[in-house]
């Protein structure tokens, strides 16, 4: 659960553009909510955080229009 609170406070942070967020990204994001989605079991409240960022990062990199 920690880790999953750590993720989502780095995902604000870049959201918010915040200067300590300066070195992480999205994609590091997707990848970590998904590491950590797997070890949570069907947590739908992490399924949505996934998908989440998922469509942000696709937001972000001009994936969807």
Same mark, same amino acid.
């Given at each position: 659960? $920690?880790?999953?609170?750590?993720? %989502?406070?780095? $995902?604000? *942070?870049?959201?918010? @553009?915040?200067? $300590?967020? /300066?070195?992480?990204?999205? *994609?590091? %994001?997707? =990848? *970590?909510?998904?590491?950590?989605? /797997? =070890?949570?079991? *069907?947590? !739908? !409240? &992490?399924?949505? $955080? &996934?998908?989440? &960022?998922? /469509?942000? #990062? @696709?937001? #972000?990199? =001009?994936?969807? /229009?």
């Amino acid at each position: 659960q $920690f880790q999953l609170s750590a993720v %989502v406070a780095e $995902f604000a *942070e870049i959201l918010r @553009k915040s200067e $300590f967020a /300066k070195e992480n990204s999205l *994609e590091g %994001v997707v =990848g *970590e909510a998904t590491r950590i989605s /797997k =070890g949570l079991g *069907e947590s !739908d !409240d &992490v399924k949505e $955080f &996934v998908d989440l &960022v998922g /469509k942000a #990062h @696709k937001l #972000h990199s =001009g994936g969807v /229009k």
